[in-house]
Each structure stands twice: as C-alpha cells, then as structure tokens.
C-alpha cells in the first residue's frame, strides 16, 4: 500500500521549501497540485521532475476515489497546493478523510503556513488562538461576526486585499473600534509587513495605503474589560 503524504510549499520565499519535502516530491509516483501552472515553476525551481495531476476544490470529489485506488495499489502520492499547507483554507481534507476511510497511511510533512508567523510577531497572545480562515463573503458573514463576539482566544482570518477595509469596518462595527488588531501582508517576501494598533489605527492606516498582496489578519479576543462593561 503507497502513503499519500501532505506537503506544504513556500508561501513566498522559495527558502522557506524543507530538504525533506523536496525529496519526497522527487521520490513520490505522482504529484497532486492545486494548479499545474503555479507548482509547475516551483518544481522546476528544485529540478522536480515528476508527473503532475490537477487536484482542486472543483474537481476533488470526482478526482479523490481514483487517487484513493492508486494508493490502494501501492502508488506513493503527494498533495501540494498553491502555497502553504494544503488542507488550512485550500484543498486537501476531503482526500485525506478518503484516503484514512480506506486505511491509506497519510503523513504531513512540517512546513510553510501563513498564519504562524504572522499570529507569532502580531504581539498579540498566541498560546490560545482560532483561526477562522476565509469569512463567508455574503450569506452567514453576519451571523458569523456576531457568533465571534465572546470569543476570548485571538482569532486569526485570511483576506484579499480588496475586502480587507470592509472587514476591518465590520470588525470595528461589531467589536468596537478600540480592538487590537494587527494585519499581515506578503509573509516570507521582500516586502513583508505588520501593521499593528487598534482597529481604529488599522483602518485609517489602509484608507491612506492600499493594501496589496496576501493577507492575515490577528483580531484579539475579547477581554476583561469588554466583559464589565458589556
């Protein structure tokens, strides 16, 4: 029986690529990506020459039995997606819930993911945190915001850069524009930067430079404080 590993990439910087996972994209029958093109040049930069098979969010129900089968067989595959760990907020979960339903071994290597860093320097206190991800971008984004509201764990959310204004807004709307708050943008590039304050200083920060790259936001949870007076 074959083992599908789980192999996080660079989500900037090309160093940031472990030996081992270098070795194991070499070694492996078969390499998964999110998109051919992207991993395409991420292969060709450590000399990977190994078949490649598009696996995405769109096409994994119908993609992941097969996938199952070749490791069935004795086939070792390996999952990467864009950047960063595949499984937190890009595809990887429903394989690997069918590749453990059919008592496949799955190994996931350590490696890149973008809330880590950008969690760890916020200054904001990460032994208790939940990552939320992507919010929902119309139906149930409400309802999620106000569901979050007694959340006492920092809370940690991915964003594009063209709804991170709103999202800011809305977070200083539902949880009061004094919240501490520190944004994230480019991890691991040239221009990697944190932009820390209250949501107030956050927001009037961006209103006057546009946000740009990839982007995490670090939202502390609510305190003692709100508590009283609340």
């Known amino acids: 029986m074959g083992i599908l590993y789980i192999v996080p990439t660079p989500v900037g910087n ?4 472990t030996l081992r996972a270098i070795r194991i994209l070499k070694e492996v029958d078969l390499v998964l990506a999110e998109d051919t ?21 769109f096409n994994e129900h119908g993609t992941s ?13 390996a999952l990467i997606s864009d950047a960063g760990t595949p499984g ?8 690997v819930r069918e590749a453990v339903k ?33 919010l929902p ?13 007694n959340e006492e764990r920092t809370m940690i959310f991915y964003e594009s850069p063209y709804r991170l204004l709103k999202t800011l ?11 501490r708050v520190s944004v994230c943008r480019e991890i691991s590039k040239i221009h990697e930067e944190s932009v820390r304050g ?13 946000p740009k790259g990839e982007i995490v936001i670090v939202l502390a949870g609510k305190t003692k404080e709100e508590k009283i007076e609340s």
């Open 14 to 17: 090309m160093e940031d690529m």
């Open 37 to 57: 093109r992207t991993s395409g040049v991420l292969l060709k930069h450590f000399d990977i020459k190994n078949q490649l098979l598009s696996h995405h969010k």
């Open 65 to 77: 039995a097969g996938i199952v089968s070749r490791l069935l067989a004795g086939q070792d595959v």
């Open 88 to 95: 937190i907020s890009d595809p990887g979960f429903f394989l």
């Open 102 to 134: 059919a008592g496949v071994e799955v190994q996931t290597l350590p490696g890149a993911t973008a809330f880590v860093p950008a969690l760890v320097s916020s200054g904001l206190p990460c032994d208790r945190f939940a990552f939320e991800g992507f």
């Open 137 to 149: 971008q119309k139906k149930g984004r409400q309802t999620k915001l106000l569901s979050l509201a």
């Open 169 to 179: 807004e809305q977070f200083a709307e539902a949880y009061g524009a004094e919240r």
């Open 198 to 210: 209250t949501l107030a200083e956050v927001i009037a920060h961006f209103r006057e430079h546009e």
